[in-house]
């Protein structure tokens, strides 16, 4: 391995890897980005990799009181984006929240406790994972409804945390695993219980794995469409993923506005991730053993 | 300060057995160390009186009060772990004071505490720095730290110096025996270095297999190992075990080997043609002249000097042994030596019991 990156066959072979996988990762988005700047009449043109022309046309459609469309002045979109922004932040927010802390707890049980069928049990919810999320829509979408749970944050939130928590429950047990019994037993020696262990002990030094499990449950919960798309019928708690399609209308399909709008939806991750990244380190159990 | 004791304790693992029914009664004030090979048991023990295992059978008593089903933090023991278990997100001062903040001990006192320990260890210096900064040594001063802040009524240490090198644990281990002195505090002291349980006990157990072999006085289990496995455990070189049968010569008893060696058992009184081990250790041979009376030949096979003695390997007979003499050998071809006065042990060879000389019997 060090070999081939120490030669020049080998270096110019990562240079490409790496451009072709950033390419691929960050292509979308560019084009998108350079979608959202270019005046609805460039759009049915011939596309090109670089605007002739750049226009905020787009984003005062989202932002403004008003804007022009085809000639016509026409109401802007910004009340229904900003409820489906709110109504995004609040949905990722509260399943991330949620599931990060049932993970937190939970995985620790499956790790630590000792109670008949821990390992079954622990199988069976990261089994779960298989199961396509089409398979149950029917019977959870009859559920819901007799639970009075159709578009609200409660439902959303509770089908959220269903879909994430093993993932979040297998990383986190995983982070648990790893952690050296010694600490806790001292803790307990020291007059500490279980509870208290696992909050100022065990969960500070955990920190990496929490975040990990944050950004991988907000950025999943961010993305969805097909659970919103039935369980979020009205702006009351539709999100940006499923407002951004609707831009498409009988007669016209807003390539503009849609991409627009997919911008602004990618700022709130990229912000968090940004955020939580500095709290991703490695190294926080040095010193505490040898 | 406590007594700590155990009652035909047990520990099973589902249907294994892995400690037999331990007797041990430890006094108030005590340093015990308790030693063997891996998988002898001790770190088990260690683990049940701290209450991180379960007791499968047997009692555990602290000060007279059965201590089995009390959980580890009302047990009001202390541990120091072998891998230190320092909590790494919090500074020196913070992992001592942990304990004291958990009984809501007042922070002036907290500080007073942690300040008091922090002296006696040397660490004052470090107390604002976080594990991390530390060295392998310091690390090791914190976890005694932590131990000693809040004032256990017994300390108990699983295997604490291993993870430091040579020279740094003779100096710990000094310092901890002077520091157990100070303060009094019976302790509980695991090792599988038995250079560490001789110098710092009062008394060692040694545990083979799950059982105790010998409880005693360090230098009391050296002179007169109860067993082969005791004689042979402790020391090193090892004890040289020949065995022989014993044989009566006009008033005297001997032992002797298939290859027609005699050792005189002077002071023993037992039957004819009974079966023995006869055990001498490395030192207890002296350096003599080919024709002295009782010299015994030793073929040499290799000389090895350590510095403060010489350990020479060779054959007597056919048996290989070992030989300790505390200056240093010249190259020689064969040696001649005796068995220094009170020098050999004889033990039973079916039960490995010892068999003691008339007058101590």
Known sequence: MRASLSTLPGRIGIVIAVALLVAWSLGPIYWSLVTSL?????????????????????YAKLFGAT?????????????????????SLITSGLATVVTVAIAAFGAYAFVRLEFPGRDLLFVAVVATLAIPAYTVMIPLYRLMISLKLIDTYTGITLIYVSAFLPLALWLMRSVYQAMPI????AAWLDGAGRVYTLVYIVLPLSAPGLIASAILTFLNAWGQFMVPLVFSPTLATKPLTVLIPEFVTRNYIDFGLMNAAGILAIIPPVLLVLFLNRYLVSGLMAGATK | MATVDIHRLVKRYGAEEVIHGIDLAIRDGEFISLIGASGCGKSTLLRMIAGLEDISG??????GREVNDVAPKNRDIAMVFQNYA???????????????????????????????????????????????????????????????????RVFLFDEPLSNLDAKLRVQMRTEIKALQRRLGTTSIYVTHDQIEAMTMSDRIVILNG????????????????????????????????????????????????????????????????????????????????????????????????TGHETHVFGRLGRHQVVVAHSGRVAEAASIFVTIAP????????????????????
Request: charged share 20%.
């Open chain 1, 67 to 87: 804007s022009m469309s085809q000639g016509n002045a026409v109401q802007s979109v910004w009340p229904q984006f900003s409820a489906a922004l709110t109504n």
């Open chain 2, 86 to 152: 320092l909590y790494p997100h919090l500074s020196v001062a913070d992992n001592m004071g942990f304990s004291l903040k958990l009984r809501d001990v007042p922070k002036p006192e907290i500080a007073r505490a942690v300040k008091e320990a922090a002296d006696l260890l040397g660490l004052t210096p470090y107390l604002d720095r976080m594990p991390k900064a530390l060295s392998g040594g310091q690390r090791q001063r914190v976890a005694m730290g932590r131990a000693i802040v809040r004032k256990p």
């Open chain 2, 342 to 361: 009170g020098g050999l042990h004889l033990f039973d060879r079916t039960s490995g019991r010892r068999i003691n000389t008339i007058e101590r019997t």
């Open chain 2, 210 to 305: 799950g059982r105790v072999e010998q409880v005693g006085a360090p230098l009391d289990v050296y002179d007169r190992p109860g067993n082969l496995f005791v004689a042979t455990f402790i020391g090193s070189p090892a004890m040289n075990l020949i065995e022989a049968t014993t044989r009566h010569d006009g008033d005297r008893l001997f032992a002797e080997t298939d290859d027609g060696l005699r050792l005189p058992l002077d002071g023993y009184a037992m039957a004819n043609e009974a079966e023995v081990t006869v055990g001498i250790r490395p030192e207890h041979f002296a350096f003599t002249d080919a024709g002295a009376p009782g010299a015994l030949p030793i073929a040499v096979d290799l000389i090895e000097p």
């Open chain 1, 38 to 58: 270019t005046p609805p009449l460039h759009l049915l043109g011939t596309p090109s990799l670089w605007p002739q022309q750049i226009s905020f046309e787009h």
């Open chain 2, 58 to 63: 047997g009692t555990i008593s602290i000060d």
């Open chain 1, 182 to 185: 010694s600490l806790e037993e």
